[in-house]
């Protein structure tokens, strides 16, 4: 079992900042493809954004594109640099992983079978 956690949550002004960070406790992130992902209650769990397993492709939601940037700062933790927040942004995210069969980024829950469980991000207006 890959074992992630998500660290950085919290509770934000609109138009403030917040880093969030996804942990593993092996060598997981050194080899594989990972995402965020967040839901809302009663809502579907969205794709935020991904980064391939070198970090060197990246891909973004629409809703995120320009404010927040995904990276992996070495090989054990995954990033994600949330800017100009909004309410809309609020809900719980999640770290997923996967190994990957190609070089480039999984966009896809179903694609991603392992996951942290979770960090709140509130943005208060």
């Known amino acids: 079992q890959v074992q992630l956690v998500e660290s950085g949550g919290g509770l934000v002004q609109a138009g403030g900042s917040l880093r969030l960070s996804c942990a593993a406790t092996?060598?997981?992130?050194?080899?594989?493809?990972m995402a965020w992902f967040r839901q809302t209650r009663g809502q579907e769990r969205e794709f935020v954004a991904a980064?391939?397993?070198?970090?060197?492709?990246v891909a973004y939601a629409d809703s995120v594109k320009g404010r927040f940037t995904v990276s992996k700062d070495n090989a054990n933790t995954v990033d994600l640099q949330m800017d100009s927040l909004k309410s809309e942004d609020t809900g719980v995210y999640y770290c997923?992983?996967?190994?990957?069969?190609?070089?480039?980024?999984?966009?896809?829950?179903?694609?991603?079978?392992?996951w942290g469980p979770g960090t709140q991000v509130t943005v208060s207006s």
């Open positions: 980064i391939s397993w070198n970090g060197g492709g």
């Open positions: 997923a992983a996967r190994r990957p069969l190609h070089p480039g980024v999984y966009r896809e829950r179903d694609e991603y079978p392992y």
């Open positions: 092996d060598r997981t992130l050194s080899t594989y493809a």
